[in-house]
């Protein structure tokens, strides 16, 4: 099992959006496959899904 740690940078609302995926089992995702240039959509299963607020950037500070 391949294991992505991904880190995004948001305001405040973001946050509550992110965390509906909690709920969820999986997700629908599409990618570049690199070999034949074509969107490919597939499954990924969510496990040990985190959210929370590192900064608040809201209004414009880091």
């Known amino acids: 099992m391949v294991q992505i740690g991904v880190t995004f940078r948001v305001s405040k609302k973001w946050p509550n ?21 074509n ?4 499954q990924m299963y969510i ?5 929370k607020l590192v900064s608040d ?3 414009g500070s880091l």
Not at 17 to 37: C, H, N, P, R, W
Not at 39 to 42: A, E, G, K, R, S
Not at 47 to 51: F, S
């Open 39 to 42: 969107i490919v959509n597939t």
């Open 17 to 37: 959006k992110f965390s509906a995926y909690k709920k969820q089992a999986s997700i629908t995702v599409g990618y570049l496959d690199m070999e034949t240039m």
């Open 47 to 51: 496990d040990g899904y985190q959210v």
């Open 57 to 59: 950037t809201s209004y």
